[in-house]
């Protein structure tokens, strides 16, 4: 079971952080089209996300993921009850040869940035990563997301390659990621 929860007080107000699940499907969808307006720093367009699931499946989907083993997704949620910042990541515990690595998402909404959410929801994930003996950590990033690279630098994370070209915004724009991890072990 994939179950977390504590409260994180910041200057700017009080979060509850916790593991996602079925009943946070309708809040998401929301959480979701707010910020891939706000960035073209995630990989999806404007209401992309949306049309890729149903509530349903999106309900079932968190659900499996808080009852399983392989995937911890957190929501930093609001005292009013608003998504504030998501955090997933997850690994392939059936796969001998990839079961030592696993694979993390962040995003905070933009009217909660530089409050050390983002920071802080990582760090937990670290965490579960360490208990479930995962000794690499990867994402990726685009090239010029200078917030983002800022924080992975100096949670530990070095870059390993560039990857050119690997997104295409709307306009024609190609955007170049790096591929970033951090080692445990
Ligand atoms: C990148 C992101 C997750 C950072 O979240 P955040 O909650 O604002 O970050 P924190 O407040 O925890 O800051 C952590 C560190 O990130 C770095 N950072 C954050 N904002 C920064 C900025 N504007 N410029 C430079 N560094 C920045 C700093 O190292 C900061 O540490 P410090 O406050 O001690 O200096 C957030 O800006 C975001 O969601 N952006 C849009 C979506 C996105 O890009 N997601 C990542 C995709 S790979």
Redesign the pocket.
């Known amino acids: 079971m994939s179950y977390y929860k504590e409260e994180f007080q910041v200057k700017g107000g009080r979060f509850i952080i916790r593991n996602a699940d079925g009943a946070d499907a309708p809040k998401l969808f929301d959480y979701m089209d707010h910020?891939d307006r706000?960035?073209v720093?995630?990989a999806r367009e404007p209401g992309e996300f949306a049309a890729s699931y149903t509530l349903e499946q999106e309900t079932e989907l968190l659900a499996r993921w808080a009852e399983g083993d392989e995937k911890l997704f957190l929501v930093a949620e609001t005292e009013g009850g608003e998504i504030a910042?998501t955090c997933g990541c997850f690994y392939s515990k059936g796969r001998r040869r990839i079961q030592h690595m696993a694979e993390i998402?962040?995003?905070?909404?933009?009217d909660?940035?530089?409050?050390?959410?983002?920071?802080?929801l990582m760090e937990i994930q670290f965490g579960w990563c360490q208990e479930h003996k995962i000794e690499k950590l990867k994402?990726?990033?685009?090239t010029a997301?200078?917030?983002?690279?800022?924080?992975y630098?100096?949670l530990g994370f070095v870059i390993e390659g560039t990857l050119r070209r690997e997104e295409r915004l709307a306009d024609g724009t190609y955007l170049d990621l790096y591929a970033m991890a951090k080692f445990f072990a």
Do not use: D, K, P
């Open positions: 910020v706000e960035t720093f995630l910042a998402a962040v995003s905070v909404r933009q909660f940035w530089r409050q050390g959410l983002g920071r802080r994402l990726t990033v685009v997301n200078t917030q983002a690279l800022g924080l630098l100096s």
